[in-house]
């Protein structure tokens, strides 16, 4: 399943890893995962850890390896399910007022948030340019055509 990603993806997974692993052992522990997201502010369970430690440890010996790491994370990224609900996510993040649609202002304050400053004009030649029925806002099937096919795809 790794070998289905890139050099560049396992290098940034590398990374990842690296910070899982709090005490630099070359394993992911309960107690790892439990620094990790208590130092993002996270509170969850002893038994939610000890669930997705379980989901990843292949060898059953209790740690997460980095070979573990990659499977784990190539089949999350592979998968369909979290492929639809990752790009739902997303989307969450442009359609502010939760309307089923990124409209101008939307784009212009998700960008802005993001450090790229459109103007009016700039965010509605976007929108335009993949905005399949013409009505000036994405819906979710044209936002994910985007994702997909990337941003000169034609509605």
């Known amino acids: 399943m790794a070998d289905l990603l890139s050099l560049q993806q396992i290098t940034e997974l590398k990374e990842a890893f690296s910070a899982f692993d709090v005490d ?5 522990t309960v107690d790892d995962l439990e620094q990790v997201f208590s130092s993002i502010g996270h509170k969850v369970s002893k038994k939610k850890l000890q ?17 573990e790491f990659l499977t784990l994370v190539a089949a999350k990224l592979n ?19 939760n309307t089923g649609f990124i409209t101008v202002p939307n784009l212009r304050f998700a960008m802005g948030r993001l450090g790229c400053f459109l103007t009016p004009e700039q965010a509605f030649d976007m ?9 000036g806002k994405l819906s979710f099937d044209d936002f994910r055509r985007v994702m997909t096919e990337g941003w000169g795809a034609t509605p």
């Open 24 to 28: 630099c052992d070359g394993s992911i």
């Open 51 to 67: 669930s997705i430690l379980c989901e990843a440890d292949l060898d059953s010996n209790g740690v997460i390896d980095f070979p």
């Open 79 to 97: 998968d369909p399910e979290e492929k639809e609900l990752e790009m739902r996510r997303a989307f969450r993040m442009y359609d502010l007022g």
């Open 127 to 135: 929108i335009s340019e993949v905005d399949a029925d013409g009505d």
